[in-house]
């Protein structure tokens, strides 16, 4: 399995920004997809946004379309997430994942980061 990292969670005021990065530990980046979900408590893990570590291509929930921005750099086998225009409900964990093919559930992926905490205030 892949080790991910998140890091760059904080606390920001509604109308601002965060960039979210997740560096796999130690080894070249080689599965097909890398994905970010959060998650609030009692509820399930969402899917927010999902890149084809290939050809840079991306897929983003409705929620965060024209928001969110998800690139990668090979070199450095991380993934980015700007994240614009922060609303109270995007406050969640924000967690990394990586996978073997196009997916958009939680179950479509087999490695998970430890989670980044993003807080919104209004």
């Known amino acids: 399995q892949v080790q991910l990292v998140e890091s760059g969670g904080g606390l920001v005021q509604a109308g601002g920004s965060l960039r979210l990065s997740c560096a796999t530990s130690?080894?070249?980046?080689?599965?097909?997809?890398m994905g970010w979900f959060r998650q609030t408590p009692g509820k399930e893990r969402e899917f927010v946004a999902i890149i084809v570590w290939s050809n840079g291509g991306t897929y983003y929930a409705d929620s965060v379309k024209g928001r969110f921005t998800f690139s990668r750099d090979n070199a450095k086998n991380t993934g980015y997430l700007q994240m614009n225009s922060l609303k109270p409900e995007d406050t969640a964990v924000y967690y990394c994942?990586?996978?073997?093919?196009?997916?958009?559930?939680?179950?479509?992926?087999?490695?998970w980061g430890q989670g980044t905490q993003v807080t919104v205030s209004s």
């Open positions: 994942a990586a996978g073997s093919g196009f997916a958009t559930s939680a179950a479509g992926f087999s490695s």
């Open positions: 130690g080894r070249t980046f080689r599965s097909i997809v």
